[in-house]
């Protein structure tokens, strides 16, 4: 019984921690505007130059916007901002 709940809750661990990244290949900063799950909850994260964010949005899904481009990534997924556009990779 023991071994189980220990199983368990290294599966729920595991499964909290996915989370989006973004990655800025870009030599400007960035403002990402983060959708969850249609409006549960909307923020900012500022992506510097080169820089990286990371678990930007926990929720299954979510939108991320740029100004001039936007997606929606689930929560595993991983995003680089190049030449001002998002890439999922």
């Known amino acids: 019984m023991k071994r189980m709940m220990c199983l368990a809750l290294a ?3 595991i499964g909290a921690a996915q989370a989006t990244d973004i990655r800025n290949e870009d030599g400007q900063s960035y403002t990402v505007k983060v959708q969850g799950e249609g409006n ?3 923020s900012e ?3 510097g130059a080169g820089g990286s ?3 930007v ?3 299954s899904f979510c939108s991320f916007e ?3 481009d936007k997606i929606d990534a689930n929560r595993d997924d991983r995003l680089t901002i190049r030449n ?3 890439v999922k990779n």
Do not use: N, R, W
Request: hydrophobic content about 45%; charged content about 10%.
């Open 40 to 42: 549960l909850s909307i």
């Open 84 to 86: 001002g556009k998002f």
């Open 57 to 59: 949005c926990g929720y």
């Open 66 to 68: 740029i100004p001039g």
């Open 11 to 13: 599966i729920a661990a």
């Open 53 to 55: 964010v990371y678990g």
């Open 45 to 47: 994260h500022e992506v």
